[in-house]
């Protein structure tokens, strides 16, 4: 079984422009994370997906970000225009359905690392 | 909201020691606490986790301890191995305000870096 792959794995861009980071969760799952880790601290929440869905997106920093998951299947992250703060390395995750009380593990992608130059 | 503070930052341990990294937590209403494991370059990965109903849990040479009166959480790893080398990441999630389960997302400490020299 194919895990979470994210893409690209390395991004540099510089300040001001667009990229777009995707996520394809492990089939079948329904709930899709986003998170992101600045060099040196910890790894923040951004998003929650629920199928198409946004369950929770109190982590996103700002309306640069947009994320969208369309169909319910991979999800993309944008950021425009990009920042210096905005690098990091950002992960995706995804579990399965957690409903009637099931805590269900969180598989986590490689990640994206994105420079803004 | 949920804030979860780890400790220490770096660990070196020789290998066959026991490492310990300790973690607290905000809110008293999380209900959920994996560790996750991050060697370089690779994707964190789940190693151990335990619910709020259970105190302690193990799986060989780790084991997981929860104090929920004092709301603090420790990872125990005994007889080191240079291979245990990684980041270790503790997280809490929040219960689901309907369903009582976890929510799914995570709120991660700063992590720790474990060096086990051979």
């Known amino acids: 079984e194919a895990g979470v792959t994210q893409f690209p794995s390395h991004s540099v861009i510089e300040k001001g422009q667009t990229v777009t980071l995707r996520c394809d969760p492990i089939?079948?799952?329904?709930?899709l994370y986003w998170y992101r880790r600045v060099m040196g601290k910890e790894i923040k929440f951004l998003l929650h997906?629920?199928?198409?869905?946004?369950?929770?997106e109190s982590g996103m920093p700002n309306n640069r970000f947009l994320a969208e998951r369309t169909g319910g299947t991979y999800s993309t992250l944008k950021v425009q225009p990009a920042e210096l703060e905005d690098s990091g390395v950002y992960f995706c995750?995804?579990?399965?359905?957690?409903?009637?009380?099931?805590?269900?593990?969180?598989?986590f992608g490689q990640g994206t690392r994105l420079t803004v130059v | 909201g949920e804030n979860v503070e780890q400790h220490p930052s770096t660990l070196s341990v020789q290998e066959g020691d026991s490492a310990v990294i300790k973690c607290t937590y905000s809110?008293?209403?999380?209900?959920?606490f994996p560790w996750y494991k991050q060697e370089l370059g690779k994707r964190p990965q789940l190693i151990i986790d335990?619910?709020?109903?259970?105190g302690e849990k193990k799986d060989q040479r780790i084991a997981v301890t929860l104090n929920k009166t004092a709301k603090h959480f420790s990872l125990h790893i005994t007889e080191t191995q240079p291979e245990d080398s990684a980041v270790y990441f503790c997280?809490?999630?929040?219960?689901?305000?309907?369903?009582?389960?976890?929510?799914?997302?995570?709120?991660f400490g700063k992590g720790t870096k474990l060096s086990v020299k051979p």
């Open positions: 089939s079948g799952h329904d709930n």
């Open positions: 335990i619910r709020s109903n259970v």
């Open positions: 809110d008293s209403a999380s209900n959920y």
């Open positions: 997280a809490a999630s929040p219960p689901h305000p309907v369903y009582g389960g976890s929510q799914g997302n995570l709120i």
């Open positions: 995750a995804s579990s399965q359905d957690w409903r009637g009380g099931r805590d269900t593990e969180a598989f």
């Open positions: 997906f629920v199928k198409e869905s946004k369950q929770d």
